[in-house]
Each structure stands twice: as C-alpha cells, then as structure tokens.
C-alpha cells in the first residue's frame, strides 16, 4: 500500500482562509517533501523537511513532522485562487545506499474567490 | 524553472502501435524517473535510472521499456500500445547529492490509445 495518505483527498476554503493538508506514513524516514500540481502538468517542489527537523517555512507555506506520529502537514496561510492545485507529500527512505521516494495520495486544493 | 523537457505533450494513437515518449533534462543530473498517473490520482513509478547505461523497474509493472545512453535523455517507449496504456506519463530528474534531494519534474506526456 502507498506510504504516504494524505487527508483530506479534497478541500474547498475561500480566498484569505488558511487550508491545512495532513500526510500520515508507515516506515522511518530520512526527509518529507511536499509538491504542487496543478492541472494536467508536472509537479513542482515546494519543501523538503527533514526527519530531525520539526518545523520548516517557506513564504506563506509551513510544513511540520512528527516522526514519532509518522505524519506531517502543510499549512498555506492567506491562500489565493492560484493556489488551487493537488498538494503530494513524499517520503524518502534510506536503507544502505538505496534511497526510495514514494508519493501520497495527495490533497486537491480548491480555492474561490 | 526546471529544465527538463517531454514530448509529446499530448499523444493519441491507435491499438497496436510503437510510441516514444522523450524525456531530456539539461541539468546534468545522474538519476531520472519515469511515472504514470490516472487523472487525480496518486504517481506510481514505474522506471527509473542512477546513470548511464542502468535502467531498473518501478513498483508499478509496465509493459514499457526504457534506456539510457546519455546522460541528459531518458525514453520510454510501449511496442504496442493498447487502451489499458492511456494515462499520463511523468519524467523526472534528481541531481547527483539529491538520491535523497527533490525531484525536478517535466510537464508530462498524456497519451490516449484509442
């Protein structure tokens, strides 16, 4: 089963509203990443946490880890219509030299105006 | 921006035929990736590479193949495409500190098999 699952799969939040994506996982891992896409495109790198990281910023986006959780959230403050998009977290596992990425189930974002 | 480029970006065909979907990147990086992904749902990898001249199988089973001669191009390609095959194809790179590093992403090939 994936790593990652992400809740909510959808949420809808006016323009200026803060929206909140969470993203639990199952195994340890080395650091968390979060991406963007919008419609029909590719993904875009948002933020990388790593494992002994708590918190991290970024302009208007704040990402936390909980390791002992296993989970994670990305909160984007004052959002915008241009927000609106699918949000993936990833995970990154190490074992020897072998590092292995897998993707959540990711969250759409809907904002209106 | 990154630079890694796809084509075709759109691609509709018919049953039974040969495809190549292109994937270059300029960035010099040693890992690529292959992904596919139904319309809103999850990336499942399905190809991936380290260098040149290594090619390995993803989590998700794929009639498509792969190869890597250069550096900066990673093809993927079906010898006959059938409609299970229609989806969106996502070509990715990751620089050499970056096994554990983001991914940088193309903006994707969508092919149809009718």
Redesign the interface.
Known sequence: S?QGEEDPQALSIQEGENATMNCSYKTSI??L?W?RQNS??????LI?IRSNEREKHSGRLRVTLDTSKKSSSLLITASRAADTA?Y?C?T?S?TGTA?K??????T?LQVTL | EADIYQTPRYLVIGTGKKITLECSQTMGHDKMYWYQQDPGMELHLIHYSYGVNSTEKGDLSSESTVSRIRTEHFPLTLESARPSHTSQYLCASSGVSGSAGELFFGEGSRLTVL
């Open positions: 994936q080395n650091n990443q991406y029909g495109r590719g993904l875009v790198h990388l699918s993936f990833a990154v190490i590092s990425l897998t993707f959540g189930t990711g759409r």
